[in-house]
């Protein structure tokens, strides 16, 4: 064959073809092309093969062989596209499956061991804030009284005076029985304020064997909920420390000690009054700590 035969439109389809049978035939890429349109079409009604072969042959689609299609050859290739097509795409989303749950799983040593100390500190930085713009509304707060009660002092003071000096005056020409005025006032219908103390939990498996701390002694402290007893309070001079020499929130001293509740909700519950009970400038870092572990146990609790 001369080298005339490979120039120009004549090279360029002999290379083109022979490009095509080395990887796929013009009818597999055709079935390829026409997956979605062909799968419609198979589910809804029977296809016909032997017309779709006719017009696949007249349009001068060829198999790999170089032959003209057949309506048997045409459906077992389009058996092996659609089984193609669909692991293909079985595969995609099993990949974008795997890349999602990539990004949405917790570091193992990081779900075991609970927040990081960077996300402590940030939160115990948000709760600071919050505390301080507390506390300044409730210094403006005070700052309107003040203000209300002198702007309304003046306009009190000049209503009717002289009808108010007359009253003032027939009050005291009055006497006041000596029983009435030392007689102390009764009031009726009072009841009294049921509270009901809370008791040790029960416990269970090897927590029966754990002796109790022991008791705690000194005056009940501020802010500690009325129905709890002393008892479920840790000693003064407990060490605040696990053996490990890691701090030990559930066992501080003078705090409600997690062993006397059922609950880690109860247990939240009774520490956070006490801690905000004291001022802000004085809770240690400690006790800042505990406060925001309480509050994210009573969030994730309820």
């Not at 049978?21 to 032997?50: C, H, I, P, Y």
């Not at 705690?216 to 420390?241: K, N």
Request: aromatic share 6%.
């Amino acid at each position: 064959m001369s080298a005339t035969v490979f120039s120009g439109q004549t090279a360029e389809s002999y290379l083109e073809s022979c490009a095509r049978r080395q990887t796929r035939s013009d009818v597999v890429r055709w079935l390829t092309e026409n997956f979605e349109t062909l799968l419609k079409a198979t589910g809804r009604r029977a296809l016909k093969w032997s017309i779709l072969a006719e017009h696949l042959a007249r349009d001068g689609l060829r198999t790999q062989q170089g032959r003209a299609p057949t309506p048997n050859g045409l459906r077992v290739e389009w058996y092996r596209v659609k089984e193609r097509i669909t692991a293909a795409k079985a595969e995609a989303e099993r990949r974008l499956r795997d890349v999602s749950a990539s990004r949405t799983v917790i570091p193992a040593a990081q779900s075991s061991t609970g927040p990081s100390d960077e996300d402590i500190l940030a939160l115990m930085a948000k709760a600071d804030t919050e505390e301080r713009l507390n506390r300044e509304r409730r210094e403006r707060m005070a700052g309107y009284e003040v203000q209300r009660r002198a702007k309304a002092a003046p306009d009190q003071a000049n209503i009717q005076p002289t009808a108010l000096a007359e009253t003032v005056e027939t009050a005291q020409s009055q006497p006041i029985p000596s029983e009435t005025a030392t007689r102390p006032r009764v009031m009726i219908g009072q009841i009294a304020n049921h509270v009901t103390m809370l008791t040790q939990a029960p416990r269970y498996g090897a927590d029966r064997d754990k002796p109790l701390p022991p008791p705690y002694v000194g005056p009940r402290p501020d802010g500690m909920p009325e129905y709890l007893p002393l008892d479920a309070l840790m000693p003064l001079d407990a060490t605040g420390r696990q053996p490990n020499g890691h701090i030990d929130y559930e066992a501080l001293p003078g705090l409600p000690r997690r062993s006397f509740f059922e609950s880690e909700r109860d247990w939240a519950k009774a520490c956070i009054p006490m801690v905000e009970a004291v001022p802000h400038e004085d809770r240690s870092i400690i006790l800042r700590a505990l406060l925001m572990r309480s509050r994210n146990r009573m969030k994730s609790l309820y």
